[in-house]
């Protein structure tokens, strides 16, 4: 016969870790609602950016500009940036992204092409350095809800090392937030920069919401106006020179988006992994009561037939 006293403390810790998977949930929520905010108020720079890129592409041949970041070479050496988070309880996250990065070496490898890795997140530097990967620098406690000024201090690491030629491209490995319940992991070239990728092109950003008293996500196409600059303007500084300072920052812009997304795919696993590991607590209560009232009737049957048999004993 099952210990009553075991199911009732079983339920009780149940019940106590669903009410820690469903606070664990909500903070996520909180923190994608902030993301999301972040990403909006980033947008404006971002857009001026991109119009103000493209209507120089208008003025100039990016082609014939010599400019270093543009500058491809014989790839011998790649770098590859890994975005992963700092802690766990999210799923698969973690997860994929370190296996798409690591999919991406054995091809770099395959072709007989060098690589070395600058990860961003703790998860992905400790199953790297047990892999006794070759591993360039690592960056780990960064914000959950990324800055622009970590954004920075990235790139201009992956600045200097392509600068320097120590690698001849740098590839970033993160995760695309697609929705809540979906992210995949993307490899993107980040250096040298791709002159047909500086076109303005139709984006979208995430809202999170509530209906119902559910969460849901509301995508939202943003296309970015493309204007060109006046065939009368005059700069007082050469174009080339302009676009010398300012593809920079449209490096940082990129990889501050990456960082956005990264984070926002974490969240939105969070939630959903807590949101799953509370139904599953639920169910597990449900069962576990089913068993504790059996295991009670079976012993009130028992103890009545020991009255009973008692009871006959003494007539007797």
């Given at each position: 016969?099952?210990?009553l006293?075991?199911?009732?403390?079983?339920?009780?810790?149940?019940?106590n870790?669903?009410?820690?998977?469903?606070?664990?949930?909500l903070v996520a929520?909180?923190?994608?609602?902030?993301a999301?905010?972040q990403?909006?108020?980033t947008?404006p720079?971002?857009?001026?950016?991109?119009?103000v890129?493209?209507?120089l592409q208008?003025r100039l041949r990016f082609?014939?500009?010599?400019?270093?970041?543009?500058k491809k070479?014989?790839?011998?050496?790649?770098?590859?940036?890994?975005?992963?988070?700092?802690?766990g309880?999210?799923?698969?996250?973690n997860t994929?992204v370190?296996?798409?990065a690591?999919?991406?070496?054995?091809e770099?490898?395959a072709?007989?092409?060098?690589?070395?890795?600058?990860?961003?997140?703790?998860?992905a530097?400790?199953y790297f350095?047990r892999r006794?990967?070759?591993?360039d620098?690592?960056?780990?406690?960064?914000?959950?809800i990324?800055?622009?000024?970590?954004a920075s201090?990235i790139?201009?690491?992956l600045?200097?090392?392509?600068?320097?030629e120590?690698?001849?491209?740098?590839e970033?490995?993160?995760?695309?937030?697609?929705s809540?319940?979906?992210?995949r992991?993307?490899?993107?070239?980040?250096?040298p920069?791709?002159?047909?990728?500086l076109e303005?092109?139709?984006?979208?950003i995430f809202?999170l919401t509530?209906?119902?008293?559910a969460f849901?996500?509301?995508r939202?196409k943003v296309?970015?106006?493309?204007?060109s600059?006046?065939?009368?303007?005059?700069f007082e500084?050469?174009?080339?020179?302009?676009?010398?300072?300012?593809?920079?920052?449209?490096?940082?812009?990129?990889?501050?988006?990456a960082?956005q997304?990264?984070?926002?795919?974490e969240?939105?696993a969070?939630?959903t992994?807590?949101?799953?590991a509370s139904?599953n607590?639920s169910?597990?209560i449900?069962s576990?009561?089913?068993?504790?009232?059996?295991?009670?009737q079976?012993a009130i049957?028992?103890?009545i037939?020991?009255?009973?048999g008692?009871?006959?004993a003494?007539?007797?």
């Open positions: 016969m099952p210990n006293k075991f199911i009732r403390d079983r339920i009780q810790s149940v019940k870790t669903k009410k820690i998977t469903e606070a664990m949930r929520a909180a923190k994608v609602r902030r999301q905010e990403v909006i108020a947008r720079f971002a857009d001026r950016l991109a119009q890129l493209h209507g208008t082609e014939d500009a010599d400019l270093p970041l543009l070479r014989e790839v011998k050496t790649v770098g590859i940036l890994v975005i992963s988070g700092d802690r309880l999210c799923g698969a996250y994929n370190i296996r798409r690591e999919m991406r070496a054995q770099l490898k072709e007989g092409i060098d690589y070395r890795f600058i990860l961003v997140g703790r998860k530097v400790q350095q006794e990967q070759p591993i620098k690592t960056y780990i406690n960064l914000e959950q990324p800055t622009a000024g970590e201090t790139a201009d690491h600045l200097s090392l392509f600068l320097s120590t690698v001849d491209r740098i970033l490995v993160y995760t695309k937030f697609v809540l319940i979906s992210s992991p993307v490899v993107q070239t980040l250096l920069l791709d002159p047909q990728g303005a092109s139709d984006d979208e809202r509530t209906r119902g008293g849901q996500v509301e939202e296309t970015t106006p493309t204007q600059l006046p065939q009368d303007m005059i500084q050469d174009p080339v020179q302009i676009l010398n300072a300012l593809l920079p920052l449209y490096l940082n812009n990129q990889l501050l988006r960082l997304e990264s984070a926002a795919s969240l939105a969070r939630m992994a807590m949101n799953n139904d607590a169910d597990l449900k576990l009561s089913l068993s504790y009232n059996k295991a009670r079976a049957t028992q103890e037939l020991e009255v009973v008692g009871a006959e003494l007539a007797k």
